[in-house]
């Protein structure tokens, strides 16, 4: 089945280490975008990347870290650097039709904890 | 820069109707999105509006558009207990990223 997967669904880490959490589509769709949640503040966009080999920093991407060697992977690096990573993560891919409408599928999430 | 707002929380009788809502600021946004979150979950896309309609309809859901207040809503008929969700509301950039911008999102609980 075509879908997006984020793996793992949880993840704890020790404060100074780099983790890496997995994102995964084999919707054939070109823009990838990671998304953090926190309660009461909605997603806030972190990095995207629209095409293989480019990415943009989004509103919040200090301490991340990404990359998008292949269309269907966009694995996001959490750093030492990120002061308080401990939040629920989400991944998403656009599709576009043909009218100009955009929908995004989201990954089922990945929540980090540090311990 | 754009923001999507919404109330935090929202709690109906099973059965009443539900109504979230939300006001954004890019006027120029062209397609707006509600999503449903339910439970360590991601989102879902319930139904999408185009900026040049007022109204849309499909089963239970109903999506009013107020552009000139840039207020938008979702109003969920004979609300049921597996409709207790998060929902967001979103708008898109219209300058070629696709980049969403979500609210807050309303946490709905409907009472048994």
């Known amino acids: 089945d075509g879908g997006i997967t984020q793996s793992p669904k949880y993840l704890f880490r020790k404060e100074g280490q780099n983790v890496t959490l997995s994102c995964e589509q084999n919707?054939?769709?070109?823009?990838m975008y990671w998304y953090r949640q926190d309660p009461g503040q909605g997603l806030r966009l972190i990095y995207y990347?629209?095409?293989?080999?480019?990415?943009q920093k989004g509103d919040i991407a200090e301490g991340y870290s990404v990359s998008r060697e292949k269309k269907e992977s966009f694995p996001l690096t959490v750093t030492s650097a990120q002061k308080n990573p401990t939040a629920f993560y989400l991944c998403?891919?656009?599709?576009?039709?043909?009218?100009?409408?955009?929908?995004?599928?989201f990954g089922q999430g990945t929540r980090l904890t540090v311990v | 820069g754009e923001d999507v707002e919404q109330s935090l929380f929202l709690s109906v009788r099973e059965g009443d109707s539900s109504v979230i809502n939300c006001t954004y600021t890019d006027s120029s946004s062209t397609y707006l999105y509600w999503y449903k979150q339910e439970p360590g979950a991601g989102l879902q896309l319930l139904t999408y509006i185009f900026s040049n309609m007022d109204m849309k309809q499909d089963q239970r859901l109903t999506v009013l558009l107020n552009k000139k207040d840039k207020h938008l809503s979702l109003r969920i008929a004979d609300t049921q207990t597996g409709d207790s969700a998060i929902y967001f509301c979103a708008e898109k950039e219209i300058r070629g990223t696709y980049k969403y911008i979500f609210g807050t999102g309303t946490r709905l609980k409907v009472l048994a």
């Open positions: 919707l054939n769709h070109d823009a």
């Open positions: 998403a891919s656009i599709k576009r039709d043909g009218g100009g409408n955009t929908e995004a599928f």
């Open positions: 990347s629209q095409i293989v080999n480019d990415f």
